[in-house]
């Protein structure tokens, strides 16, 4: 039987651990119990810096519940770094792993059904959202309209899927090799290439503590998702300095046929917007492929995307 790894993210999470670590550890006892998994299965909490006691309550529960282990890194890293630290500590202590927010709003039920779909021959399992009626009309309208920008960028996602995913062991070792530092991990998986499938469930409501992702946050992940697989926005450019060409040859026309008309063309108002138009263009254009140069930036460097600071097995 494989031995499971349930990667589990947690930042300021200190409310939400005395409920996630006994759920969890039943789900892993009721695998066990149906023989799907090893007994050695274990949950691997990743304290991404946390401002609050996350850390203690993960040692505290490691004593009652000795199959949950803990890995604290040195700073607050963000989501996906934290999540790439828990995948790539666990590459090599287990055959499958599976992971989840530690809101438990994802549903944990249909881990057995990952687990199943595993042992058919599927590497990655994604968890979709069969709906969306927990979230507000607004995250609903954005969320949808995120995946369909996505889409449009030419970037290859899993629409209403989030971080909920089953991935085998050699699945892993080849998301190991992507070593860029600007991340985007719901881009990347479909990247790997092996065989997949999705379970799908219903999204729950957070119980305790409060959502580490607002809608800056989430705004920032969306530009780094697009930005980091897509230079789409860098032809919109191209293609809108050439519309500026073709706006401007016409009034040039306009203006010279005006003249030769004798009709005098009344132009401060007309140039000034011109000039604050283009103006504005040229300043978003130029900052535009800034952020592409600051990514390019960052990559050379190959700084460290994360330090771990303890392991607790």
């Not at 994802?106 to 599927?122: N, R, S």
């Not at 409501?205 to 930005?227: C, D």
Request: aromatic letters at 10%.
């Amino acid at each position: 039987m494989e031995k499971l790894c349930i990667v589990v993210p947690c930042y300021n999470e200190e409310e939400m651990l005395p409920i996630t670590v006994p759920a969890l550890n039943d789900v892993l006892k009721d695998l066990v119990a149906k023989n799907k998994i090893d007994p050695e299965s274990f949950v691997l909490y990743v304290d991404d810096g946390s401002k609050d006691q996350t850390w203690r309550k993960i040692c505290e529960l490691h004593e009652t519940y000795p199959n949950a282990c803990g890995l604290k890194l040195a700073g607050n890293v963000g989501h996906q770094f934290a999540l790439t630290a828990g995948l790539l500590s666990a590459k090599d202590l287990c055959d499958v792993t599976v992971s989840i927010d530690a809101d438990l709003q994802d549903d944990v039920a249909v881990i057995e059904e990952m687990i199943d779909k595993f042992h058919e021959g599927k590497d990655i399992v994604y968890g979709v959202r069969s709906d969306r009626k927990s979230d507000s009309f607004f995250k609903r309208v954005t969320a949808q309209g995120f995946y369909k920008v996505m889409e449009f960028m030419g970037v290859k996602t899993i629409y209403n899927h989030a971080d909920f995913r089953l991935m085998s062991k050699r699945a892993v070792e080849q998301f190991s090799k992507y070593e860029e530092t600007n991340l985007y991990l719901r881009g990347m998986m479909p990247l790997i290439g092996y065989e997949t499938d999705s379970v799908f469930y219903e999204r729950k409501t957070r119980v305790a503590g409060e959502s580490k992702y607002p809608l800056k946050k989430m705004l920032a992940l969306a530009w780094n998702g697009i930005t980091s697989f897509s230079i789409k926005p860098i032809g919109f450019i191209t293609g809108l300095g050439a519309l500026i060409v073709c706006c401007s040859i016409l009034a040039a026309i306009y203006a010279l046929i005006s003249y030769a008309w004798g009709h005098v063309v009344p132009g401060w108002t007309s140039l000034i917007l011109s000039i604050w138009f283009i103006g504005g263009v040229q300043l978003l254009s130029i900052g535009l492929i800034g952020q592409y140069i600051g990514k390019i930036y960052i990559e050379v460097k190959h700084r460290p995307r994360y330090n771990i600071e303890t392991l607790l097995k």
